[in-house]
């Protein structure tokens, strides 16, 4: 199957970068490198990163791209201080991060990420080498840790009843393709609860988030990308749901604010000081032609900061 992704927020996000031909850019998730072909079409003696914790992402961009003025990492973007270090970059002129789930992901049934694909197994891993999965999330995690997960990362209303019928279900067998998770999902939510999209579409991102950690330490790579950017550089991330877009949202308010201390405090006690400033105040979003032509964009959010 070839991974395949288009991308969102392409122009927009271009244009937000305004690439320099001699400048050095990383693409914080490559997947399928649509966003990077753009990038790379504007650089002349430049340098492109490409990172993305999917060996199979990494392996299409390869081909899609080539080598030239391209280097490919295999590793979490998070860990962004660190790539950047092991390849002798000081600083970039810009960073993008698309944080949603490639269409090859969702569409390719053995990944596990898709409610649809009923005898699929339950796995979600983006890095295939990971140890966790969602089949052990829902086959070893206690009945309050799961309704954690599914409250919290889902907000799902009905995550008491699941997290209780997840239990009941892997009593009687392990739980190890989707259709069993989707059939218990149906069965813990009443029939009136069940609208606006497929019952499952909740609990299969809040496990999909469990697994690879994606709100674990955004705001911390947030800081580490602006800090390893230069004067003047950008970055852009899209959002696809509001756990995340939240995280990014307050993290670029104070990285753009001096004080940050609670309001009743007489004087500053933080001093903290602004690195940069909001692009844009309100999030960028698709466009209605874009938001019909890939029913997927319809949730992205593109925020963007720049560096003082």
Known sequence: MIFAHKPVLLDECIDAL????????????????????KILERLQDGLLIDIDKDTEALETCKKRLGESNVKFVHSD????????????????????ADL???????????????????????DMKMDASQALSAKEVVNTYDEYRLYEILRDY??????????RNIIAERGKKPLEICGQLVDIIDKSIPYSA????????????????????ELEGLNEFIVSAVDRLKSNGIIAIITFHSLEDRIVKRCFNDLATDCICPPNLPVCVCNHRAKGKLVNKKPI????????????????KLRVFQKK
């Open 18 to 37: 305004n690439v320099k031909s001699d400048g050095i850019y990383v693409d914080c998730t490559a997947g399928g490198g649509g966003h990077s072909a």
């Open 77 to 96: 973007f998070k860990n962004i201080s660190a790539v950047l270090d092991e390849l002798g970059v000081d600083k970039v002129d810009g960073m993008l």
């Open 100 to 122: 949603g789930v490639s269409s090859y992901q969702i569409d390719n049934p053995e990944r596990g990420f898709s409610y649809m694909a009923y005898d699929a197994p339950l």
């Open 154 to 163: 889902g907000e799902e209303k009905f995550a008491k009843q699941i997290a």
């Open 194 to 213: 069940k609208k606006g999209g497929h019952p499952a579409k909740r609990t299969f991102q809040a496990l999909r988030i469990e697994v690879n950690g």
């Open 285 to 300: 979003l698709p466009s209605s032609k874009e938001a019909a032509e890939n029913p997927r964009s319809l949730s992205a």
